[in-house]
């Protein structure tokens, strides 16, 4: 069974930068479409960005373009998301997600994606 895990979050001040990274085990991974989402307090859980199995097609929420890039090292079993320019409105649980199941639906729904890390905190404030 898939298992992701999620490290790099922190804090840091509004303008500065992290890169999170989620870990999955398993010998498939490179078939997996990958996703990022988050959840601030008191509010859903909301999509951040995704990925395509080959790297090839990426996805972003509105709010993401521009500051946010998400890659994928399927030789190291790793997508990552790096998030610059960073707002307090980022601050949030950040998880990341895999769809093992191969679910034809949008890379925007958190239905699509099967399995979830803990997640990891991030907290932009000065």
């Known amino acids: 069974q898939v298992q992701v895990v999620e490290t790099g979050g922190g804090l840091v001040q509004p303008g500065g930068s992290l890169r999170l990274s989620c870990a999955a085990s398993?010998?498939?991974?490179?078939?997996?479409?990958m996703g990022w989402f988050r959840q601030a307090p008191g509010k859903e859980r909301e999509f951040v960005a995704a990925i395509s199995w080959s790297g090839g097609t990426t996805y972003y929420q509105d709010s993401a373009k521009g500051r946010f890039t998400i890659s994928r090292d399927n030789a190291k079993n790793t997508v990552y998301l790096q998030m610059n320019s960073l707002k307090p409105e980022d601050t949030a649980i950040y998880y990341c997600?895999?769809?093992?199941?191969?679910?034809?639906?949008?890379?925007?729904?958190?239905?699509?994606?099967?399995?979830w890390g803990q997640g990891t905190q991030v907290t932009v404030s000065s």
């Open positions: 398993g010998r498939t991974f490179s078939r997996y479409a």
């Open positions: 997600a895999a769809d093992t199941v191969y679910s034809g639906r949008s890379y925007y729904t958190p239905e699509k994606y099967d399995t």
